[in-house]
């Protein structure tokens, strides 16, 4: 699959410098390479569709429009497997006929060679993900348009997803990043998922990725401006809400959001996410850093959450963990049925690498986060011998002491490696020592400018 995926990605960009030279636009193009991959996989899905399908992409060929073309072998599918997204069939592609000739066909082959010949579950999430990260990185289609690879497997790795956990919600899907990355699992079948998609375009990216993986155990929420208005409570919610953004007018109700009242899109997410959680509910959410100092109605709803004693654990991201934006990120881990009262407070603000588009977090980097995590929920305390990550336990006195603040740097921070302190008295003497070289050498500079005079 490695090879498939390296393939694949000399292949997006080769196809994504055709497509800019026909003049075809952002949306278009995103359109045309989820068809690729769709078309692709139905044809090789089994052999009752081949069947039915007939002479397959050769319709395409034959056919001067190529749309309408397209459309009609999707319905030829759609007869055979009718839980094949109906949002497929709205090709909104206004630039669609700028391509050339034969082109979609001869692309389609192409895609034909290097995409896999089995299809699993993982090998969907990867080359969608390869296609999102495409997306983000080159295409004008909205910010954050998905979450990165990354903190999608960030997120999952720190969200412990146990038999206890039946019901899994996601209020902001995307493109159903973080419900496609649990659903690989063997056990997702077990669970009942629930989606919320407001862009059209983002609906379409997730639905053809979820029926893709064969996933048929999810429920798609409509969704407004805001969070969807819905009266159920879940054992998991991850979400990576909309930040910065004014929602007004909402009339939303429940705890949380009759607590804390607001028109900011990350606060009325994170209540909504709050409001919903069952009783042993748990929760992963990036939000902006923001929420983690602000005063105000912002330090109101910090308060409150440590006094509920529903907050497990603070990881502060390093800037610049999305695609053309620098905003300043954290993950915010809830548990509503705790044992103990501390939280840990991580900074994970200097691991990773940053390269041009964004930076970015290691599979190790990924798993030793993780296993601070698991290592404090499981015993509130810190096995020594793990990597060297910053961290602080913090007490509900020390968050009173200072306003509440879920910043790694409003306090002192434990770093997991040996240091070899000298003692004062040691390097006061070498200070002394120091100090009496720096005048022997002040003397020989003074000799030697006397002599050249």
Same mark, same amino acid.
């Given at each position: 699959?490695?090879?498939?995926?390296?393939? $694949?990605?000399?292949?997006?960009?080769?196809?994504?410098?055709? $497509?800019?030279?026909?003049?075809?636009?952002?949306?278009?193009?995103?359109?045309?390479?989820?068809?690729?991959?769709?078309?692709?996989?139905?044809?090789?899905?089994?052999?009752? $569709?081949?069947?039915?399908?007939?002479?397959?992409?050769?319709? !395409?060929?034959?056919?001067?429009?190529?749309?309408?073309?397209?459309?009609?072998?999707?319905? @030829?599918?759609?007869?055979?497997?009718?839980?094949?997204?109906?949002?497929?069939?709205?090709?909104?592609?206004?630039? +669609?006929?700028?391509?050339?000739?034969?082109?979609?066909?001869?692309?389609?082959?192409?895609?034909?060679?290097?995409? #896999?010949?089995?299809?699993? #579950?993982?090998?969907?999430?990867?080359? +969608?993900?390869?296609?999102?990260?495409? $997306?983000?990185?080159?295409?004008?289609?909205?910010?954050?348009?998905?979450?990165?690879?990354?903190?999608?497997?960030?997120?999952?790795?720190?969200?412990? @997803?146990?038999?206890?956990?039946?019901?899994?919600?996601? #209020?902001?899907?995307?493109?159903?990043?973080?419900?496609?990355?649990?659903? /690989?699992?063997?056990?997702?079948?077990?669970?009942?998922?629930?989606?919320?998609?407001?862009?059209?375009?983002?609906?379409?990216?997730?639905?053809?990725?979820?029926?893709? *993986?064969?996933?048929?155990?999810?429920?798609?929420?409509?969704?407004?401006?805001?969070?969807?208005?819905?009266?159920?409570?879940?054992?998991?919610?991850?979400?990576? #809400?909309?930040?910065? *953004?004014?929602?007004?007018?909402?009339?939303?109700?429940?705890?949380?959001?009759?607590?804390?009242?607001?028109?900011?899109?990350?606060?009325?997410?994170?209540?909504?996410?709050?409001?919903?959680?069952?009783?042993?509910?748990?929760?992963?959410? !990036?939000?902006?850093?923001?929420?983690?100092?602000?005063?105000?109605?912002?330090?109101?709803?910090?308060?409150?959450?440590?006094?509920?004693?529903?907050?497990?654990?603070?990881?502060?991201?390093?800037?610049? *963990?999305?695609?053309?934006?620098?905003?300043?990120?954290?993950?915010?881990?809830?548990?509503?049925?705790?044992?103990?009262?501390?939280?840990?407070?991580?900074?994970?603000?200097?691991?990773?690498?940053?390269?041009?588009?964004?930076?970015?977090?290691?599979?190790?980097?990924?798993?030793?986060?993780?296993?601070?995590?698991?290592?404090?929920?499981?015993?509130?305390?810190?096995?020594?011998?793990?990597?060297?990550?910053?961290?602080?336990?913090?007490?509900?006195?020390?968050?009173?002491?200072?306003?509440?603040?879920?910043?790694?740097?409003?306090?002192?921070?434990?770093?997991?490696?040996?240091?070899?302190?000298?003692?004062?008295?040691?390097?006061?003497?070498?200070?002394?020592?120091?100090?009496?070289?720096? @005048?022997?050498? /002040?003397?020989?500079?003074?000799?030697?400018?006397?002599?050249?005079?």
């Amino acid at each position: 699959m490695k090879n498939t995926l390296k393939s $694949l990605n000399n292949l997006l960009h080769e196809h994504l410098q055709r $497509l800019n030279a026909d003049g075809i636009g952002d949306r278009s193009k995103t359109e045309i390479f989820l068809l690729l991959i769709l078309l692709n996989y139905l044809s090789k899905a089994n052999f009752l $569709l081949k069947n039915k399908a007939g002479v397959n992409f050769h319709i !395409i060929n034959e056919t001067k429009d190529t749309k309408l073309a397209i459309v009609s072998l999707i319905k @030829i599918y759609r007869d055979v497997m009718s839980d094949i997204p109906a949002e497929v069939l709205d090709l909104n592609m206004i630039d +669609f006929n700028n391509l050339p000739e034969g082109q979609f066909y001869n692309m389609l082959l192409e895609w034909e060679m290097v995409l #896999p010949q089995t299809w699993t #579950p993982e090998n969907v999430v990867n080359i +969608f993900e390869l296609l999102e990260s495409l $997306l983000e990185e080159n295409f004008k289609i909205g910010a954050a348009f998905s979450t990165p690879k990354d903190l999608v497997q960030l997120v999952k790795s720190v969200t412990p @997803i146990n038999n206890e956990i039946k019901t899994i919600y996601d #209020p902001y899907s995307r493109t159903g990043e973080f419900l496609s990355k649990i659903g /690989q699992d063997q056990n997702a079948k077990k669970n009942q998922f629930f989606a919320s998609v407001k862009n059209s375009l983002q609906l379409k990216i997730a639905k053809t990725k979820i029926f893709m *993986m064969g996933l048929t155990n999810i429920l798609w929420i409509t969704q407004n401006d805001g969070p969807p208005e819905i009266n159920l409570e879940f054992d998991c919610i991850i979400s990576n #809400p909309p930040f910065g *953004m004014l929602i007004p007018n909402l009339k939303y109700s429940g705890h949380w959001a009759n607590k804390i009242r607001s028109n900011r899109s990350e606060i009325i997410f994170l209540t909504h996410i709050l409001d919903h959680l069952s009783n042993n509910g748990r929760a992963t959410v !990036i939000v902006p850093s923001g929420i983690l100092s602000a005063s105000g109605k912002t330090e109101f709803l910090r308060r409150s959450i440590i006094e509920e004693n529903i907050l497990e654990a603070v990881i502060s991201l390093p800037t610049k *963990m999305f695609y053309n934006t620098g905003v300043s990120t954290a993950i915010l881990i809830f548990n509503k049925n705790r044992n103990f009262s501390k939280v840990i407070l991580i900074d994970a603000t200097n691991i990773g690498v940053r390269e041009k588009s964004k930076h970015f977090l290691s599979d190790s980097d990924i798993e030793a986060i993780s296993l601070i995590v698991h290592n404090f929920r499981n015993s509130e305390t810190i096995n020594n011998t793990l990597q060297n990550i910053p961290y602080k336990i913090i007490s509900r006195e020390e968050f009173d002491y200072n306003n509440y603040d879920f910043q790694n740097t409003s306090y002192t921070i434990e770093e997991r490696f040996p240091k070899n302190l000298l003692p004062i008295s040691d390097l006061l003497r070498d200070c002394c020592d120091i100090e009496k070289q720096l @005048i022997i050498v /002040q003397k020989n500079i003074i000799s030697l400018i006397n002599i050249e005079q």
